[in-house]
């Protein structure tokens, strides 16, 4: 039946070209965005599991930029720490070089406290000497070391003299992980790293200080060596700051550069009449112990560093299995998208098509009346 009041093709053809227009809509949007779930109406349950995984996504983000942190802390510490012992070994090898040569001839009178600073003339002129001033360079640059091995302010191996805090309180907690919502850590005592802790020489700051306040080097890098008379002396191997040191008649001056570890054992030998032999047999392996325990808390912190690697590679891993999961779930085919959308205008193209041939009918029954 055909009616001048209700164009049921038309009807028809409209609401054909509506559907498809919304299905144009939808897909134009899932190819500008990228999803076909964008919001909870397109698919509530995906919606609802893709949402969730992302925020356990952002927490292992945050979780492993923390690890990177923990991760160049550890490095810096490592780093420094492997410097040292390059120096510390080139150290211990002029150490021997010194023992070997021949004895110098120490003219300077040590009982004169006043010219406890000056350079004995004899000594200054022999071979020892000049190995004792190579040997104060790669303290120097040892000290050096351990004030840089810092890293956005945490310093594993060094503690300054102005330091407020006691090496053996001082526990750092690292993050290593995340799993069912927490975030895992490990912890680190200062004392199993510490090389130095120059606050431990401050008797005002910290009085009945623990053993395990104090680093793996004594903050003045000492030594000792035993006279004749079995009293036991103490020598550095160069000093950095002004401590003190008894000397006869209960009389006190600075340790300095020119009271080196190698001139002092040879005055000891010298003076008080020391096993000069026996003196250096002493030494060298003491130097050889402190090498050691470096080595020891090189491999303390290199076993926290790969762990800390292996922590870092599994949440990195989480992240990339969390991605690949909600983009199977919400992401768009961008293929069959784009297959669809050509489909969904051939067929907008048929139902204006339609419309018109519907339109027309009013036309044909004007002409019934023409």
Do not use: C
């Amino acid at each position: 039946m055909t009616s001048i009041h209700t164009n049921s093709g038309a009807i028809s053809a409209l609401q054909t070209l509506r559907s498809i227009s919304g299905g144009m809509e939808k897909a134009q949007g899932q190819i500008s965005s990228g999803l076909r779930v964008s919001t909870a109406s397109d698919n509530a349950a995906y919606w609802s599991i893709a949402t969730t995984m992302k925020s356990e996504r952002a927490d292992l983000s945050a979780v492993s930029d923390a690890i990177e942190f923990t991760s160049a802390v550890l490095a810096t510490a490592y780093t420094g720490m492997d410097a040292i012992q390059k120096e510390f070994s080139t150290v211990r090898n002029l150490m021997i070089a010194a023992s070997q040569m021949p004895t110098p001839k120490i003219a300077f009178p040590w009982s004169a406290v006043d010219q406890v600073d000056q350079l004995d003339p004899g000594y200054n002129r022999s071979q020892q000497a000049k190995i004792a001033h190579e040997v104060d360079q790669h303290m120097l640059q040892i000290r050096t070391i351990l004030q840089s091995s810092s890293f956005a302010g945490v310093n594993l191996i060094y503690l300054g003299d102005n330091s407020p805090v006691r090496a053996s309180e001082v526990v750092n907690s690292f993050v290593t992980g995340y799993a069912d919502g927490r975030v895992l850590t490990s912890d680190l005592a200062l004392k199993d790293t510490l090389l130095v802790n120059e606050s431990f020489m401050d008797a005002a700051t910290f009085s009945n200080m623990d053993p395990e306040d104090d680093g793996l080097f004594d903050p003045s890098y000492s030594l000792t060596v035993t006279g004749a008379d079995g009293d036991t002396h103490a020598t550095g191997l160069a000093s950095f700051s002004q401590y003190s040191v008894s000397w006869e008649g209960g009389s006190t001056a600075p340790i300095t550069k020119s009271n080196d570890m190698i001139r002092t054992v040879e005055m000891y030998a010298q003076r008080y009449g020391a096993d000069r032999q026996a003196a250096w047999d002493y030494l060298i392996p003491q130097i050889d112990e402190r090498l050691q325990g470096l080595i020891d808390r090189m491999s303390t912190l290199g076993s926290l560093q790969k762990a800390v690697q292996a922590h870092g590679e599994t949440v990195v891993g989480k992240m990339d299995a969390i991605d690949r999961g909600v983009g199977r779930l919400i992401d768009t085919d961008m293929n069959e998208a784009s297959t669809r959308f050509r489909a969904l205008e051939t067929q907008q193209q048929l139902a204006n098509q339609a419309l018109t041939i519907a339109n027309s009918n009013a036309e044909n029954i004007l002409r019934l009346f023409g």
